[in-house]
């Protein structure tokens, strides 16, 4: 019975070493197969490496270009701000100069209307025309800006050369 037991075992450990076989020799295919692709793998992995490369290189330079023309528009914003603010100042140094002749427009003033300063020039004025070569400036009651200009119009129309600038509010200090 002992050779019986024992063929039984031996038996059983070839069926065993024969499917463990059979199972290594399955594992090594498949590996043989997935290392043969690994090659192309990579390959593929480096195209798409070298492309996303040189994409990131494209879009850098495209935020260097940017980033040096909105310094330059900075620049040309800084300097227009700079025109701007001086230009504003000598607006400002005029219109506040001394003395400061203001011309009272005759009209029917209501209790509704409000004082506007308006400077209004004669195109083609010269040294003898007076004041008007620098234009003068005109206080007009009315009850907004619109009915001020029209009152300053009635009385120096444009067809004659006349100009209006935009009417004011004004107050006394």
């Known amino acids: 019975m002992e050779d019986l037991v024992q063929g039984n075992g031996f038996g059983a450990l070839i069926v065993f070493t024969f499917i463990a076989v059979t199972i290594l020799l399955v594992m090594i295919a498949n590996m043989r197969t997935h290392l ?6 990579a390959e593929i992995l480096a195209q798409q490496f070298a492309l996303a490369h040189n994409e990131a290189l494209v879009h850098q330079a495209a935020i260097a ?28 140094d005029v219109r506040n100069r001394v003395p400061s002749e203001i011309h009272v ?15 209004v020039w004669l195109e083609g004025a010269t040294e003898q025309d007076g004041d008007w070569v620098h234009g003068r400036r005109y206080l007009v009651y009315g009850e907004d800006e619109e009915n001020a ?15 209006a600038a935009t009417p004011e509010p004004f107050k006394l200090v």
Do not use: M
């Open 36 to 41: 043969r692709s690994v090659p192309e793998t």
């Open 65 to 92: 270009e940017s980033e040096q023309a909105l310094k330059a528009l900075d620049r040309d914003l800084a300097q227009a701000q700079a025109f701007l603010d001086e230009r504003r100042q000598r607006l400002a």
């Open 105 to 119: 427009l005759d009209q029917i003033i209501q209790q509704t209307h409000q004082p506007w300063l308006i400077p």
């Open 149 to 163: 200009s029209r009152r300053i119009e009635v009385r120096f129309p444009p067809r004659e050369g006349y100009r």
